[in-house]
Every structure is written in C-alpha cells, then in structure tokens.
C-alpha cells in the first residue's frame, strides 16, 4: 500500500479546503468501500481527510415535509428514522435491503452515493479495467457478464452502479447538496452519476474537492404508495441483479402519478422515465403496467450473460405496480 497522510477536518469548508489543497485526496467517511480500495490497490491516493468526524449527521424535516439528510447520516439511522418510515418507507426498505447491520451502522449517506462498482474485474486489479486503468480495455466484456448494465453501456465498461438507497433517492427526486471549491450547489441524484462513455473511470459529475453535505428529499404526493423489490443471488449481504423503487398514486382508478427507478441495470440509478410516461394518467390496471416495463425496456440492450434481466426486470415492473394499485380487476 502506498502510504498516505491523514488530516481530521474541523468543518465542511476545512475538508474542502484540505482536499483541494493536494491533487490526490479524498475523503474518509465511513469507511466501509474506500479502506477496501486501499488494501486491494484501487486507489492509492497522497492524502486520506477524514470527514466522518464533521457534524453533518442530522435528520430534520421542515414544516413543509421536505427531509434534510446530512452527509453523515449512518444508513442504519436513516433506515431506521421515524420520518423516513412514515414518508418515504421505500428508502428505509432500500436501505435495509443493503450490506449488513454492521455495515449500515458505519456506512454514511454521502459514502453510499459515491460508493464504487463491484464489477468483480474492477476489484481484481491483475485484470485490464478501464474504469481502474483508463485504456488499458474491459475485461468484463467477453467475460462474466450476469451483474452488468443492460442501459446505457459503453464499448468501454458495462458496469452498474451498487447502490441500493441511490435507486430510491432517484425515484424520490431528492437533491444532493454540494460544497465545493467554487461555493455551495445542489443537483437533482439523478444527475450525479453519469454514464460511462468514453470515460469511464469517472462515475458522477463531481469536480476535485465536491463535498457532499446531504440531501434533500421533498414531501411525497399525497396518497402515494411506495414500494422497493431487489432481486439478489441469496437473501442477504448481496449487491442487486435487479432492483426497483416505486411510488404510486391512483385515483378512482386513474394514476395520477408514478416514478420508478431501477437499479443493478445501469452505470447509475436508472429513472424509469418512458415506463412512467406511460402510466400516467392511465387506468391503473395489468395491461398499463406491462405497456409501461415494455416501453422502458425496449431501449434495453443486453449481453448474452445478462439477457436474463430484461424479463426479470418487465416482471418485477409489473408485480410491484399491481402491489400499489391494489388492483381488483
Ligand atoms: C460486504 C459488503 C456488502 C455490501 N452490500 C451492499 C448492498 O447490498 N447495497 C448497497 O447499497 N451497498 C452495499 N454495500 C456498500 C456499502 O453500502 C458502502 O460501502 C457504504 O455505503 C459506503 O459508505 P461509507 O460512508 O463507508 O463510504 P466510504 O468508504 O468512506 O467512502 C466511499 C467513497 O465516497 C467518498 N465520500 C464519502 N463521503 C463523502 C462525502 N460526504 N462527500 C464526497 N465524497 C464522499 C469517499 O471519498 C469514497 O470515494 C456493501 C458493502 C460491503 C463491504
Ligand atoms: S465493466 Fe467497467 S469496471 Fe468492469 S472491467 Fe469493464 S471497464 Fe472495468
């Protein structure tokens, strides 16, 4: 292991300043993907700021309903948070449906965004990785394809995103706050993690030095139903093939609005936007969920390895919108 410094930063604007100060830094927050990346050679960075220590691990709603997360917040508290079980209770299933107890009690929300793919040959680091050694090709392609993206590969990586709680974030158009170098921002999850590309050693949007402080997620519609489904090799401590966060409104058998995100499909959190194009507005019955997985899937384009997700994904689209609907036709 290349050794590194390590610096405790005092406030949000300290790490900033401490990670810009040094062209190879990053931030420590949970620990529980970056220490891996360490001992497995992933990252070899010149300076480690430790920012688990800063006080960004509040829950506060605000009168309207909004939910301010802090950066900070262990996933096992926010699962566990009676705002989130009464408001979103698909993010606390999200959560909950990741890693372990003890992970989640270590793990934080701004660590879990921006955690890394398991794509397994990225973790081997004897293996050529574009997304570890830009250039140097995919191994992943012609290789063992079952965990890889079905939307929006490149000829570069056909990696997904891991993460269970960014999948519901981006069903519930929550907003990541930023400080960075430049100042305080915010961007719709949605457009944190970008597709692969050309480039695909850069899994999101961040600049050098973009703290994430939290996240914001506004008040769900009223009577809205939510639901989150994972498809996993085993029942427990398992990344997803396939999974889905979904939220529903019907009225008088009309929906009158959907969002749905799917995740393990993706380089990032996939937004089902056609599949939600076609519901609403529509009757909330069988035939408008299975136009709604066919509209979104049609744009799939899966390997040989991973055709399987395609019908899987159609399936889990369907059952968990006849589960909101409480359909009786
Ligand atoms: C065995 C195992 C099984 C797992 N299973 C699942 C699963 O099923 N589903 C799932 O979703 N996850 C799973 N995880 C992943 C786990 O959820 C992540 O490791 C964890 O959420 C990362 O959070 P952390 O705080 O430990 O991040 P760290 O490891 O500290 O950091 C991760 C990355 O985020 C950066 N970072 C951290 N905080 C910030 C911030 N505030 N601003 C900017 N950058 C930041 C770090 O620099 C680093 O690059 C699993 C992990 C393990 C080890
Ligand atoms: S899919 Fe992406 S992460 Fe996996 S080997 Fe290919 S380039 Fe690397």
């Not at 299975?290 to 390997?303: D, G, S, Y």
């Amino acid at each position: 292991m290349r050794p590194f410094d390590y610096e405790r930063a005092t406030d949000a604007a300290d790490a900033v300043a401490r990670a810009a100060s040094r062209p190879e830094a990053v931030f420590l927050a949970g620990g529980t993907n970056l220490v891996d990346h360490l001992k497995l050679g992933l990252v070899e960075p010149e300076l480690l700021v430790d920012i688990s220590h800063l006080p960004l691990a509040a829950i506060e709603q605000e009168p309207d309903g909004t939910l301010d997360i802090g950066a900070n917040v262990r996933n096992a508290d926010l699962a566990a948070h009676p705002a989130v079980r009464r408001s979103h209770p698909l993010l606390s299933r999200a959560l909950l449906s990741g890693a372990s107890g003890q992970l989640r009690n270590l793990a934080t929300t701004g660590g879990n965004l921006l955690q890394r793919t398991r794509c397994v040959y990225f973790q081997d680091v004897t293996t050529p990785c574009n997304k570890r050694s830009p250039g140097s090709g995919c191994s992943a392609l012609g290789g063992h394809t079952e965990q890889h993206a079905i939307f929006g590969a490149s000829q570069q990586c056909i990696a997904v995103h891991p993460s269970d709680m960014a999948v519901a974030l981006a069903a519930l158009d929550a907003q990541v706050s930023l400080l960075g170098p430049e100042g305080v921002t915010s961007m719709p999850v949605t457009e944190l993690h970008r597709l692969p590309g050309d480039s695909p050693e850069r899994d999101t949007v961040l600049d050098r030095g973009q703290l994430i402080t939290g996240v914001r997620i506004p008040p769900p519609p009223a009577g809205a139903r939510h639901t989150y489904r994972k498809v996993r090799e085993r029942s427990s401590f398992a990344f997803a093939l396939i999974s889905l966060a979904a939220e529903m409104v019907v009225e008088d058998g009309v929906i009158a609005s959907a969002r749905l995100a799917l995740g393990g499909v993706a380089h990032k959190p996939w937004r089902a936007r056609r599949a939600e194009e076609v519901l609403h507005g529509a009757p909330a019955i069988t035939e408008t969920f299975t136009a709604a997985a066919k509209a979104e899937l049609e744009q799939a384009r899966p390997l040989e390895g991973n055709a399987f997700k395609v019908p899987m994904a159609r399936a889990m689209i369907v059952a968990a919108l006849k589960e909101l609907a409480v359909e009786t036709t």
